[in-house]
């Protein structure tokens, strides 16, 4: 993402706090400009504020009735106080949006695994522009957020601040979610008399090493598949048991699907058992209130090898080894017959 490193578009880079309680965010030219932080505790509702960094007036909020991985969230500016809907769109990407001077805008994620978002303008029919790209840091790099200034002066928006904390505020809230996903300490802040300070929370017992990285989400016992969204089915596990876990899997945000595959042809029977158990768990977790978005769909794919056939490659067919080629199915229309004498009797 090249674009990201191009001095003549505005930037901002994000870095933890060096208590790690907030994140602080900063300007391309290293002024620190706005505070960050978690205002609610763990397993209560989400809610977290952005602030500036020289007055302390919080600048906007984003919250949830849940927790960071809800899929709709409220958005919150301040002077002028504007209330806008963050909500994830995406069935088999990661997709969320929002609606700005009515604009409609949406971050995506080109793959789970990838660290790089770009917001676009969707402005159907025409093709979609992008007015702002993001990188997610590590240990080494910071999260840096630039805005695509020629593209956004494009359209008329008469608040173009307004669209940066936006934008920003939604990225800040991706790093939350994908935080609780790897179960990392939570940002808090305590208030009392109308004074906030932001506080981490104390940090969790440290468990045993785990073995492998499946071992540590809970998985440890279970078949390896190929892929962190896929679950292959023995005869180690109760029903129950694969169910719950693919539920588990479907809760979190960054699941777009899960896949569960049969270790075997005996494990078939099974395999559609456990997709069963998972649509009555959901049905007892009280999806099917919820709106279309969270609805769950279910197919199933057939994908099994033939375990005959010649061992080595023969030059030539034999009438055993001949192979018959697929039925096929003829769409056309039937000749319709005629009366006159045949070709045969000619």
Partial sequence: MSSLLDPSLPSLVIRPSSSGSTVEVFDAQGRKIYLYGRTSLQHTPYQ???????FGAAVSSISTSSDAQSKVKQIQLFNPDVELELRSVGRMSYTWQFTWESEL??????????KEF??????KPDPDVDVSRARLGD??????????????????????????IILLTTLLSFLDASQEREDRPIMISSSADDTTTMVPLAPPAVPPKPQNLR????FGDFEEPPDP?????????SVETYAQKSFDLLLDSSMLFVILRAKSPEMIPKTVKVAEEVKRLRHREG??????????????VENIEDPTGPSKLETKPTAGSIRRPPKVIDLNDPVPATSGPSPSSL
Wanted: glycine content about 2%; proline content about 3%.
């Fill in 48 to 54: 977290a504020t952005l602030e500036d960094a020289h």
């Fill in 287 to 300: 999806w099917e209130s919820m709106d279309e978005e969270q609805e769950i769909f279910q197919y199933v």
């Fill in 105 to 114: 805008y949406q971050w995506k994620q080109p793959r789970l695994s990838s």
């Fill in 118 to 123: 770009t917001c676009f303008c969707v402005r």
């Fill in 229 to 237: 969204n896929e679950l292959t089915i023995t005869s180690a596990h």
């Fill in 215 to 218: 071992e540590e989400i809970g």
């Fill in 139 to 164: 240990t080494k790099s910071p999260t840096i957020i630039t805005f695509q200034q020629y593209n956004i002066d494009r359209f008329s928006i008469k608040d173009h601040k307004g669209l940066e």
